[in-house]
């Protein structure tokens, strides 16, 4: 493997269909979000590059499902030594179809890596249910046969890889569909895949709006796996519903953070403040809102508007910043529209806002003080920086508060009495909750939400079986007489 030198080996982006690059007639190209100019061509994929792809993964998985667990682990550790040299070229693609800055990119790529060989270390054993001199009863888990990865813009990267890799090792076939937005990485990651598995396990296809419904409703796909807005979830999985397609739906997020009247107000303001407005607050799991203790409140909120007025804005590859732009024009246009109901008083909290100084979707961080707790942005997800504070006094309320939505992500409580903070942790109705942290992820833990944040969950043992088919095997021991 050649050391990365460079974009010299980024310069052409194409599908990848039964373990050759295919390209389409129509291009099309994404938008750098901090600068408004375009990026490279990419495909746009036609419905005979669907039914081509399927096909492929249809034969390969004729093999693939058979070939033993133990190589199917060692082709993801392969890959991992495989991108790894390109960590630091697809750090700096990332920043430039994304608009994260270089920090998060880096770890981003890095982390996405390691999840390759975390994934590889799973393996799902046959459980032994009952064993006779006469009867054995085993549990099986059998891949579903072919999966499609729909991948969200916000980690166009590590998503992809947190779809492919455990649908492989699960012995399926995968074809990814990286986001519209974000299909660089993507396609890339994909391409260098083939270096490693047999043609047709691991494919790409890049498109416009039509290709996810074409794969969605494909009667050859017997698995999806999506993230990105509840709204479009829903509609993946009734699209899905018509061929009964298994389906794993990592969707939306209000996560709430509850704030105890114990904590320590400076350390804790900039640590919250950071887990809302991190990726320009485009993270499902990120906190989007913040119950404070009244009896803290003011000197929280103080504490929160200063720190939130150091944060660095600007395009990724700035020397400090923390935050970038917006991804795209459609979702900078939804932030933009909740700043119509916030009053000149809260936007000068923290000088936050719609910036118009520079070219790109950039919006600066902004706090809402004590919104209407049936404001649009006390109750929806904006998906990006803007964080709206509120006051609570009561533990009962303030859990009731936080558990009326009808999304079920993530949740958190900060307090030093950590009696205090297991009781409320513990009734909130959320898949993940931390206790003095947030957005923690341990590879070997499930993700995944209630409510309308989703069906299923990923990552570890868990997500590992959301890729497999039970099967029940009853043995007897020997035949009637």
């Not at 706090?367 to 904006?382: G, M, V, W």
């Not at 990006?384 to 936080?402: C, H, K, M, Q, Y």
């Not at 297991?422 to 003095?436: C, D, E, F, P, T």
Request: aromatic share 8%.
């Amino acid at each position: 493997m050649p050391a990365s030198t460079g974009f010299n080996v980024f310069d052409n982006y194409q599908n990848t269909i039964n373990g050759k690059p295919s390209p389409t007639a129509e291009k099309r190209h994404g938008i750098n979000p901090a600068t408004g100019q375009p990026n490279p061509d990419v495909p746009v994929s036609t419905p005979q590059d669907v039914d081509n792809a399927v096909a492929a993964a249809q034969g390969a998985f004729k093999t693939w499902a058979d070939v033993p667990v133990s190589e199917r682990q060692k082709a993801l550790r392969d890959l991992a030594d495989v991108v790894e040299p390109y960590a630091q070229d697809f750090a700096k693609l990332l920043v430039q179809e994304q608009g994260k800055p270089l920090q998060f990119a880096t770890w981003e790529i890095s982390t996405a890596i390691q999840a390759l060989r975390d994934t590889a270390n799973l393996e799902l054993k046959d459980e032994i249910i009952e064993e006779t001199d006469t009867r054995k009863i085993v549990v099986r888990y059998t891949p579903i046969g072919v999966a499609v990865g729909i991948v969200p813009w916000n980690f166009p990267f590590a998503l992809a890889i947190n779809k492919f890799a455990p649908a492989v090792l699960a012995g399926n076939t995968i074809i990814i569909k990286p986001s519209p937005f974000t299909p660089y990485c993507g396609l890339k990651v994909v391409e260098l895949a083939q270096r490693v598995f047999p043609p047709g396990v691991i494919q790409a296809l890049s498109g416009d709006d039509n290709l996810g419904p074409w794969l969605t409703a494909h009667p050859g796909i017997d698995k999806i796996s999506f993230t990105g807005s509840s709204a479009t979830g829903k509609k993946v999985m009734e699209s899905a519903s018509k061929t009964l397609k298994r389906v794993t739906l990592e969707l939306g997020g209000k996560d709430a953070a509850i704030v105890c009247k114990d904590v320590d107000v400076e350390s804790a303001a900039a640590k919250l403040v950071s887990l809302g407005f991190i990726n320009s607050g485009q993270v499902c799991v990120a906190i989007k809102r913040l119950y404070v203790h009244e009896a803290i409140y003011d000197k929280f909120l103080a504490a929160a508007a200063a720190f939130t007025k150091t944060i660095q804005v600007g395009e990724g590859n700035e020397e400090g910043v923390f935050m970038g732009p917006v991804q795209n024009a459609m979702q900078y246009e939804k932030v933009k529209s909740f700043f119509a109901d916030v009053t000149p008083e809260q936007l000068a909290l923290t000088n936050g806002g719609i910036d118009t100084s520079k070219p790109g979707y950039f919006i600066r961080p902004t706090i809402i003080d004590r919104p209407a707790e049936d404001s649009r942005i006390a109750t929806e997800e904006p998906f990006g920086p803007i964080l709206p504070f509120l006051t609570w006094s009561d533990e009962n309320d303030v859990i009731e508060r936080a558990n009326k939505t009808r999304m079920g992500l993530g949740a958190s409580v900060w307090s030093n009495d950590l009696d205090e903070a297991s009781r409320i942790a513990a009734k909130l109705q959320a898949g993940m909750v931390w206790v003095n942290a947030h957005m923690e992820h341990d590879p070997r833990a499930p993700f995944g939400g209630h409510k309308e944040s989703g069906i299923g969950t990923e990552s570890g043992i868990h997500g590992l079986k959301a890729y497999c088919n039970l099967q029940s095997l009853y043995l007897q021991k020997k035949a009637s007489a």
